[in-house]
């Protein structure tokens, strides 16, 4: 086989339908985000961040970095092993504590990533209850659904945020069978929120495990940041809340919380978790530092939510169009590839402003997308330059088809 044909034709196909991805180069400045340097052949120069999943800014909070620092200082660079053979450090059994806490559970574990986390634990959850069957929403995230893949459990997928749906496919199993519904609070692309109480009567009705992704969620929702559960006061109704460490708490990890015996079993079997060198010391330090601080403190969840609600009010006067949805999310809808990345490089390269293009397979074919994050940090200046940019591309696409038509 000619592997190299096989690979540059299939990089071609990706080009012709214009979602092939390019990486933009970015050096990140401590103490200046949003804005970072944007390196490329043209030369370098300082740019707008406006798609940024460090959603509250915490990636340069000084107490984040402190004890980063201090924890390097005292420990050195990396863990030294795997959890259990010389890699549990002092600031893991912290971290899982203050995890633990924050979601009001017995106990939580830490993961190399939050796609590590659902991968593992749905994972080893699925295939180990015996004859268990996997209820997913449609719109679950990658890493749930390879994990719920790599169990080989039987699988049934649930419409998006339908609970009568997933009432019904419930009903269709023998009642004694183990059964376990996997889904999140705010999906990720279109912002939306999920009715967690309604999908918890119903998996109670049926006997099934809960298992929630609160990626989106954790540290920007929930008086203690405990996510859109801490919000509803149900946390106590979720077998599984899951959560990141690398998007509101803007360091880097994922975890689990739930019962002692559920974590202790998750420990004992799941691959993903023990044959890997468990999380830097310093990254578990400053994630701690990261929960820590909003736990205590609502001051960056009352921005965050003040500077979305601006943005939306600005896009909507130029209008421009987005997806409704009630969290921090704005995903402004260009619904065709090609042109959703002509524009984010315009915005880029004329206006100093960065939003990725989301294409297919992230979102469904024809709804491709500029998916903005408006963070605390984003000054009134920020956002009126933004709309302005937008305006202005939008004013000459819309010039553009005119002369074509
Ligand atoms: C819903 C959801 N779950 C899990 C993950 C993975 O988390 P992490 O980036 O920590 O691997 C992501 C995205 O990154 C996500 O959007």
Not at 21 to 29: A, G, I, M, N, S
Not at 36 to 47: C, F, I, K, M
Not at 180 to 190: G, Q, R
Not at 221 to 235: D, F, H, L, T
Request: proline share 4%; with cysteine; hydrophobic share 40%.
């Amino acid at each position: 086989m000619d592997y190299e044909a096989f690979f540059g034709s299939a990089l071609t196909g990706l080009h012709r339908e214009g979602r092939y991805r390019v990486f933009t180069d970015l050096e990140r400045q401590a103490g200046r985000f949003p804005y970072a340097t944007h390196h490329s052949p043209g030369g370098v120069r300082e740019v707008t961040v406006w798609c940024s999943n460090d959603y509250l800014g915490m990636g340069q909070h000084p107490s984040v970095l402190r004890a980063m620092h201090e924890a390097i200082d005292r420990c050195g660079a990396g863990a030294g092993g795997t959890r259990n053979i010389s890699g549990t450090n002092h600031y893991h059994v912290l971290l899982e504590q203050e995890l633990a806490d924050l979601h009001d559970k017995e106990a939580a574990l830490i993961f190399s990533s939050g796609y590590v986390s659902n991968w593992a634990a749905l994972g080893t959850l699925a295939s180990k209850l015996p004859g268990c069957v996997v209820f997913s929403d449609e719109g679950n995230h990658a890493s749930m659904i390879e994990g719920i893949r790599s169990s080989r459990a039987e699988r049934q997928i649930f419409r998006h945020n339908d609970p009568e749906d997933l009432n019904r496919k419930l009903g269709l199993i023998e009642p004694g069978r183990a059964k376990l519904v996997a889904f999140e609070s705010v999906y990720s692309m279109d912002g939306d929120i999920a009715p967690i109480d309604e999908i918890c009567d119903v998996a109670e009705a049926h006997g099934a495990l809960t298992y929630l992704d609160e990626v989106h969620a954790v540290g920007l929702y929930g008086a203690r940041g405990g996510g859109i559960s801490e919000r509803m006061g149900i946390a106590h109704r979720l077998n599984v809340i899951e959560g990141t460490l690398g998007k509101a708490f803007a360091v880097h990890g994922g975890y689990i919380t739930g019962s002692e015996q559920l974590c202790d079993f998750v420990r004992s079997f799941a691959s993903g978790f023990i044959f890997t060198t468990s999380l830097p010391p310093a990254v578990a330090a400053g994630a701690a530092a990261s929960i820590r601080h909003l736990k205590a403190s609502s001051a960056e969840r009352a921005r965050h939510q003040e500077r979305v609600a601006r943005v939306r009010q600005a896009l909507d006067a130029a209008a421009i169009p987005t997806l409704a949805n009630h969290s921090h999310i704005v995903p402004v809808m260009v619904c065709d590839p090609v042109l959703c990345k002509a524009i984010s490089d315009s915005l880029l390269d004329e206006f100093g402003i960065y939003v990725q293009p989301i294409n297919y397979p992230t979102v469904p074919r024809g709804t491709e997308r500029l998916r903005i994050t408006p963070s605390p940090l984003h000054s009134n200046a920020d956002i009126d330059h933004l709309v302005d940019a937008l305006s202005t591309i939008w004013r000459r696409i819309g010039l553009n088809k005119a002369a074509a038509e």
